[in-house]
């Protein structure tokens, strides 16, 4: 089995270019589920497409009257995108299952792998719709958000094979299930450094932006001394400074600051207003508001200082999600078996996990990206560190229960 073919052959099912460009509910979408389905069917599973688009293949354990493991990530791609990102979350556990199925090892539960239609946002204004119905946190309002060519999720969906009206009754029941699993490229360099194969993932941080707004005064270049200049942008560039410094002294904390806007951006005259964007990120929602507070205290202190004025004000907030710690120890306890480095990291990122997040338990297993490159055509993981993985995803499927 080398799934490198695999990655390479659905892969294709993209719009020409050097990386993947495959959006929900399109006709590269609709021949990489023929893939899969022929993979599933090969792995024993059963078949079906949900209301959201949502392609499922179903392990039905001989058990009667058990509960259900959910296993999953998204089909799709963002434009010119990798190759590994989410669809190699559903191709490993698929062939997974397809060892069990060749060992005559029978699981004590039900399995489920999802390959949910969109993720990455791109076509439409909205993402995660998939998990969300799930959920049962799916707005059906959505469905009336259009794509760039004036096509409503609805029309999509449907034109797809797919009834938007049953949208609402995908909601799961909480007790029927054990949880949802996600594998998915780290995208990130942190397994790369440590040089390990896989890594498990102990949470997906939570996530904050803040506008920034300092106003000075337009002068003369040549005749405004340095002590009578009112530069707001060299007042932001004090913020970047400061704002790095906090994120290094917290750990597990993130702050980005990658966004700028300057009036009059003139060469000869003192900038005037200067706009830009603090991001934090954090698996440790008290940790960020605290740092948050900080940084605030810290750009009230630098325009005090320089006697300008500033407005900060948050434009986005979404919590920090914890992985399972029971699954996370199945997970070691899988390693273990392999001797492997059971080592823990977080998820920078937003996954399907996320919104699955709301529905019940989750937890994660990341594979290493090479250089951490993602959304990139170069995006890649060697054969070994996924072989790795699919060895550990059986072992999970074994502990579990
Ligand atoms: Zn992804």
Request: charged share 25%; proline share 4%.
């Amino acid at each position: 089995m080398i799934i490198q073919n695999y990655i390479e052959k659905i892969a294709k099912c993209s719009k020409p270019a050097e990386g993947v460009t495959r959006l929900p509910f399109t006709k590269e979408h609709k021949s990489a589920n023929n893939l899969l389905k022929q993979w599933m069917s090969d792995a024993g599973l059963k078949i079906s497409l949900d209301a959201a688009g949502t392609l499922i293949g179903k392990y039905f354990s001989p058990k009667k009257n058990v509960k259900t493991l959910l296993i999953g990530s998204h089909q799709d791609s963002g434009y010119n995108s990798g190759r590994y990102d989410g669809i190699m979350g559903v191709i490993l556990p698929i062939l997974a299952l397809k060892e069990l199925k060749k060992k005559k090892i029978i699981l004590p539960y039900n399995v489920e792998i999802l390959a949910f239609a969109d993720e990455e946002g791109v076509r439409f204004p909205t993402a995660l719709m998939g998990p969300r119905s799930l959920a049962g946190t799916f707005n059906k309002k959505d469905l009336k958000l259009k794509d760039k060519n004036n096509i409503s999720i609805e029309q999509a969906l449907k034109s797809f094979g797919c009834n938007p009206s049953k949208i609402n009754s995908l909601k799961r029941n909480k007790k029927d299930l054990l949880g949802f699993f996600e594998v998915h490229i780290e995208q990130g360099p942190v397994l790369e450094s440590k040089n390990l194969a896989v890594g498990i993932v102990n949470g997906i941080s939570g996530i904050s932006r803040f506008k920034l707004e300092i106003e000075g005064y337009a002068s003369h270049a040549g005749t405004t001394p340095m002590h009578l200049r009112k530069d707001s942008l060299a007042a932001t560039a004090e913020v970047i400074n400061a704002v790095e410094n906090l994120a290094k002294k917290n750990k597990n904390f993130l702050a980005t600051m990658a966004s700028i806007e300057n009036r009059p951006n003139s060469v000869n005259a003192i900038p005037a207003k200067s706009l830009s964007f603090v991001e934090c990120r954090s698996v440790d929602d008290k940790k960020r508001k605290k740092v948050e507070k900080e940084i605030s205290k810290k750009i009230g202190l630098i325009c005090k200082k320089r006697g300008l004025k500033f407005n900060l004000n948050k434009t986005y907030d979404q919590s920090a999600v914890s992985c399972d710690k029971k699954i996370m120890s199945t997970l070691k306890k899988s390693f273990q078996n392999l001797k492997l480095n059971p080592f823990v990291l977080m998820s920078g990122a937003t996954h399907d996990a996320s919104a699955m997040s709301d529905l019940c338990p989750i937890s994660m297993l990341f594979v290493r990206s090479q250089k951490g490159l993602s959304h990139n055509p170069k995006e890649f993981t060697i054969e070994k560190d996924m072989q790795i993985a699919v060895k550990v995803i059986e072992k999970f499927l074994i502990n579990f229960n």
